[in-house]
């Protein structure tokens, strides 16, 4: 209620552009019966020429939507407004259905979704682009502007289905390209495939897309193939689990650090141990991906000794598990009380360096300052 008409213009207009649309593009305008009154949604239909169409909220609630929600019902009547609104404009219930185009994003007091219209698809001319976007730990807060916008404005999306169940409720109509551990080949031929095909594909990770993750393996075989040769790959950072973990216990990487994987699935066992074996005698604290599975664990055993020989049984550690979601746990303390019993491929272990302290449970390093201008 209040938006001013020239603020929803000025909204609804940028939100239409971050997919590469303007009003001419759009066939209709959808709300609900609440808001016939609403000077700045009856200015909208007026500005670009378009209807306006009011909607019961008994007819919304009949259309399935990806994220109901109580408090609007409790406020006008009905679980859902814009996607559900838009989709009925577009012709719910009709052969062929139509789907939504972007699921409900929220700006302020303006809530915006977009339906297809069936009959009406995007024209393609050539073919489309791949963005290589990291989820990080997969928590909304964790999904940056960026990546939401690529989420919003592709075409079709890819993944490993564990990480596309975190942005189920943002690609809600969209095509997706998933499978399970051990699909990534496939996965990516996929991807780009669709991309040849004129598809505009967001292919998702965990953490950030060029750590341990798909940007490597897509960039690998489009230089391998030559007819994925045009095809444009960007790549959008996310928040890798070291940063994660380390905001969780404090500040252990301060000073640097080196980020080592103790998968040997992809890399030579005796690769691993010579990458370790060099850490370990640095003085950087060193962030330890993949650490073990149910039947991988000699490697972690291992590390676990060669950090023992270098940096002695008191240096300080930590693990967490699950960083970033709501099941998060933690440990920390000296490397000599490590339970390795409890870590597992969900695990990020930090090993730290001289310089690591641990105060009331908060695991840090100095990061000079006192030192230099306070002694």
């Known amino acids: 209620r209040g938006v001013k008409p020239q603020e ?12 590469g649309l ?3 593009n759009i066939a209709g305008i959808a709300t609900c019966t609440v808001k016939e009154d ?4 009856l200015g909208l239909g ?3 020429r378009v209807p306006v169409a009011f909607h019961s909220g008994e007819e919304l609630d009949a259309v399935p939507v ?9 406020k006008v009547g009905t679980a859902s407004v814009c996607e559900a609104a838009c989709l009925l404009s577009a012709g719910y219930g009709s052969i062929p259905q139509p789907t939504l185009y972007a699921p409900k994003s929220a700006f302020g007091d303006v809530t915006l979704a977009l339906a297809r219209l069936p009959h009406l698809p995007v024209p393609k001319s050539g073919q489309g682009e791949i963005v290589v976007a990291g989820l990080g730990s997969g928590a909304p807060g964790h999904i940056t502007p960026d990546v939401d916008t690529a989420l919003r404005r592709c075409d079709t999306v890819a993944g490993y289905s564990h990480y596309v169940d975190f942005i189920r409720d943002r690609i809600a109509g969209k095509p997706v390209i998933q499978n399970g551990m051990k699909g990534e080949v496939e996965r990516c031929l996929s991807a780009l495939e669709a991309a040849l095909a004129g598809q505009n594909v967001c292919m998702v990770c965990s953490g950030d897309p060029g750590i341990l993750a798909m940007a ?14 045009d095809i444009p790959i960007r790549v959008l950072p996310g928040i890798t689990a070291a940063t994660i973990a380390a905001a969780s216990l404090g500040a252990p990487l301060q000073n640097g650090f080196s980020l080592v994987s103790l998968s040997d699935l992809l890399v030579p066992a005796d690769e691993v141990r010579r990458n370790i074996r060099s850490v370990a005698q640095s003085l950087l604290p060193v962030a330890l991906y993949n650490p073990a599975g149910r039947k991988r664990r000699a490697l972690l055993d291992e590390t676990l000794a060669v950090f023992r020989e270098h940096r002695g049984r008191d240096v300080l550690c930590a693990y967490v598990k699950n960083a970033g979601r709501e099941q998060e746990t933690k440990w920390a303390g ?8 409890e870590v597992d491929m969900s695990t990020l272990i930090i090993i730290g360096g001289p310089r690591t302290r641990l105060d009331s449970g908060v695991l840090y390093e100095p990061r000079g300052y006192v030192e230099k201008y306070m002694e």
């Not at 990806?66 to 409790?74: D, G, I, L």
Request: glycine share 4%; hydrophobic share 40%; charged share 35%.
């Open 334 to 341: 000296k490397l000599s009380e490590f339970p390795a019993a």
């Open 46 to 48: 007026e500005a670009w």
């Open 8 to 19: 929803l213009r000025l909204v609804a207009e940028r939100y239409l552009s971050e997919f």
């Open 216 to 229: 490597g393996l897509l960039y690998e075989l489009r230089a391998r193939e030559p007819r994925f040769g």
């Open 22 to 24: 303007n009003a001419e």
């Open 38 to 41: 609403e000077p700045a949604i």
């Open 66 to 74: 990806s994220a109901p929600s109580e408090k609007v019902r409790e």
